[in-house]
């Protein structure tokens, strides 16, 4: 089963949710937490891991080759990004904005743009005691982070068999590489916060995952802060509120030095077998 756990906005909670949910489950399940927010990956501060295997991992850009080239200027023509232009005397390839969609390669007459590989991050795997846990994160300046995101599942698609629980701990907000993270996903969990920008951006990411046709349910952290404007809106909705996690001076704590929640706090582990209950329950084709 792949369960994601998102939010609308960064801050909420994803990280600690993520990765106290995956150890917990992995006790007593096949579990595989992959860290998908490409860009500032930290799942890993949380775990006491070892790292067993790390690939780099690449995309395709074109590179121009003035050999045989016309200056056709069919190549700016197909290109939706702008990544390729073609001026009076040469054609420029701007990797950055380019999608890796072979248009302007593919539909060259004098093959002049053929596809060349551009390092753009690592991937990397390692055991938590009873966790498998795989990380990737974006080389500086890479701009685009789709192509890691989907790589890294197919990964996890072809490494992990089916009856294993994969978690995705996705990146924040509604943006691209949120969609990506998502769109397989079986069921998304959505964590916010009980205040006005919590709420704002919750609605935005329920709105987004109903666009998706996802099955969604929402985990509230620092529950007692705020208002009761979200539980309500999920009520209102027929959305499931899973689990509440509460508001408190000792998980700040706890996780301002990297550690764990579960085993330290009962009212966080009382919280995250209710959610297992949940997923288990829809594993087994209970409604939502």
Avoid at 61 to 81: A, I, M, R, S, Y
Avoid at 248 to 267: T, V, W
């Amino acid at each position: 089963m792949k369960i994601a756990i998102a939010s609308g906005k960064g801050g909420t909670g994803k990280t600690t949710l993520s990765t106290n949910l995956g150890s917990f489950l992995a006790k007593n399940n096949n579990v595989v937490l992959v860290d998908l927010d490409v860009e500032e990956p930290n799942s890993g501060l949380f775990l006491k891991s070892t790292l067993i295997e790390k690939y780099d991992k690449f995309r395709m850009v074109p590179e121009w080759n003035p050999t045989n080239c016309t200056l056709c200027g069919n190549c700016q023509k197909v290109c939706n990004f702008h990544a390729v232009i073609t001026l009076k005397t040469k054609v420029m390839v701007f990797p950055q904005l380019c999608h890796g969609c072979y248009a302007c390669s593919e539909l060259c007459p004098t093959n002049s743009l053929p596809m060349k590989q551009e390092k753009m991050g690592e991937m990397r795997l390692f055991k938590a005691d009873k966790l498998d846990f795989i990380e990737s994160r974006l080389d500086i300046g890479q701009e685009q982070a789709v192509p890691l995101i989907s790589q890294t599942l197919e990964f996890v698609d072809e490494k992990y068999p089916k009856d294993t629980i994969k978690l995705f701990d996705s990146p924040p907000g509604t943006s691209c590489p949120v969609i990506e993270a998502t769109k397989d996903a079986d069921f998304v969990i959505l964590i916010t916060e009980p205040t006005p920008f919590g709420f704002h951006d919750l609605k935005l990411a329920i709105d987004t995952m109903k666009v998706l046709k996802k099955e969604i349910g929402v985990v509230v952290n620092r529950h007692g802060i705020g208002n009761n404007d979200v539980i309500d809106y999920c009520e209102k909705e027929n959305i499931p509120v899973i689990a509440t996690i509460p508001n408190d001076r000792h998980i700040a704590e706890l996780y301002s030095r990297g550690e764990l929640l579960y085993d330290k706090i009962p009212e966080v582990k009382i919280e995250l077998e209710k959610i297992s209950k949940f997923i288990k329950n829809i594993n087994a084709g209970g409604q939502v």
